[in-house]
Nanobody, 118 residues
Framework: HVQLVESGGGLVQAGGSRRLSCAASGSIFSINAMGWYRQAPGKQRELVATITASGNTNYADSVKGRFTISRGNAENTVYLQMNSLKPEDTAWYYC????????????WGQGTQVTVSS
């Protein structure tokens, strides 16, 4: 079992930047990949970015070139650097840990709210 805690959300002006953090604790050895997802009111939760244990990254088209997912020097921390923010980026952002198949379903953090104003 892995526990995830997000931080870094808040109010940001359009065009500004913000970095989200996700701290993982527990059975870290079971994590195959981590990702950031977001959900706006009335919308489905959608993938923002993922990073594998080997460092491979993947991004949604809507954030490509603006957001960067990375690991800290401490492997239990994942960041989402958000640049050139747009009002359309306003959502709750959630950290997710994907486990190796034999360790069952993934885990979600509690979320952190990002509001981008014009």
């Amino acid at each position: 079992h892995v526990q995830l805690v997000e931080s870094g959300g808040g109010l940001v002006q359009a065009g500004g930047s913000r970095r989200l953090s996700c701290a993982a604790s527990g059975s870290i050895f079971s994590i195959n990949a981590m990702g950031w997802y977001r959900q706006a009111p009335g919308k489905q939760r959608e993938l923002v970015a993922t990073i594998t244990a080997s460092g491979n990254t993947n991004y949604a088209d809507s954030v490509k070139g603006r957001f960067t997912i990375s690991r800290g020097n401490a492997e239990n921390t994942v960041y989402l650097q958000m640049n050139s923010l747009k009002p359309e980026d306003t959502a709750w952002y959630y950290c997710h840990a994907n486990y190796y198949n034999d360790y069952g379903p993934g885990s979600w953090g509690q979320g952190t709210q990002v509001t981008v104003s014009s």
